[in-house]
């Protein structure tokens, strides 16, 4: 009853290869499909909110355009109804062609070759201001106040 080696290293052998064999059940390959199918899925629903996030912005970019551009229309409809009516004529008469009336007399005042014609408005000086230090508030101070900071208070 005793083995020989060789019966005994045949066996072992055939033990080997069995164990070393891999095994795929059904389970294991569907598991392994599913998986696949599962990030597949994945990936494409990203793709797909990535396109609908982009289509959108594109969409409310095109919205805001479309306003713009109904806005600027009916303002240059309101225009064609001023430059059509008789007011829009008579101040072009009157301002650039210097056109008048019947009845009516223009004065054109003319002044003297080499004299600057008269300011319209006045200029105002601005107050002196001393230089700003480099401290981080007195900056900002000079930015809303036009007066010099009161020392009492700091």
Known sequence: ???SRSDVNRSMSTWSEKKRAPQFSLSNFLIVILVTIALFLIVDFGCRAATNYRINNESEHL????????????????????????????????????????????????TPAGTPPDPVSEVVPL?????????GWLPWWFLFFDTVPPTDIF
């Open 63 to 110: 919205r805001d355009g479309v306003a713009d551009i109904r806005a600027r229309h009916e303002m240059l409809g309101k225009r064609l109804e001023y430059v059509q009516s008789d007011a829009y004529v008579e101040e072009i008469a009157r301002t650039q062609l210097k056109w008048t009336r019947p009845g009516e007399t223009v004065v054109v005042v003319v």
């Open 1 to 3: 009853m005793q083995a």
């Open 127 to 135: 107050p002196d201001r001393p230089p700003a230090p480099k401290s």
